[in-house]
């Protein structure tokens, strides 16, 4: 990485750490770009062009985090999904996010807990249910591949939803199971 691209890759990290603090102290809707930026020590300008939109600090690596899901989603039998292989592939989501997404905390309460995000979160649940769903028919889902990136990226979202009302109370791993085990009472099998 060449010294410019080192020190650009400084100023984001440094700007994601001032706004996930100052989310996590002000709130999410009390923080302004212009606080953020003040915190870095950095112009507005320099702020945007980092980051395209003050939510853009929370959902700027989507992709690069769906494709975690996208990896994980090879432990299910596609000709006979299964919650158990739903619950593995959960599983194996939120041990690799919890080592790859730095603050992930912080980023899900933020996004949970801020209902002016509500928009965007349904936004990103959209999109990584169509990319689940991709997913799922290039690998030849023998059901209807929607359906099951559905069930997949609403028990990943319900999960979450858990682990940050649960204030620490459980890990992200053990709200995949509670997520899961809601969805095979609400669907148990006749």
Do not use: C
């Not at 690596?61 to 494709?67: A, K, V, W």
């Not at 979202?157 to 682990?163: A, C, F, I, S």
Request: aromatic share 6%; no cysteine.
């Amino acid at each position: 990485m060449s010294r410019r691209a080192s020190q650009l890759q400084r100023t984001r990290d440094a700007l994601r750490r001032a706004a996930l603090e100052l989310f996590t102290t002000k709130g999410y809707d009390a923080t302004s770009v212009a606080e953020i930026a003040a915190a870095v020590g950095v112009t507005e300008r320099t702020f945007f062009r980092h980051f395209a939109t003050k939510d853009a600090v929370l959902f700027h690596r989507s992709r690069e985090r769906f494709d975690v899901l996208g990896d994980a989603l090879g432990v299910i039998d596609l000709a006979h999904p299964s919650w158990d292989d739903v619950l593995a592939a959960l599983h194996q989501v939120a041990t690799q996010l919890q080592e790859q997404v730095e603050n992930l905390d912080q980023v899900a309460q933020t996004i949970v807990q801020s209902p002016s995000l509500d928009s965007r979160r349904r936004e990103q649940r959209a999109l990584w249910e169509e990319w689940t769903t991709e997913v799922l028919a290039r690998e030849g889902a023998a059901g209807p591949a929607a359906f099951l990136a559905a069930a997949v990226v609403t028990a990943l979202n319900r999960g979450q939803e858990l682990w940050v009302r649960g204030e620490g109370s459980i890990t992200l791993s053990e709200a995949m199971s509670r997520a899961v085990d809601e969805a095979r009472a609400a669907f148990p099998r006749g």
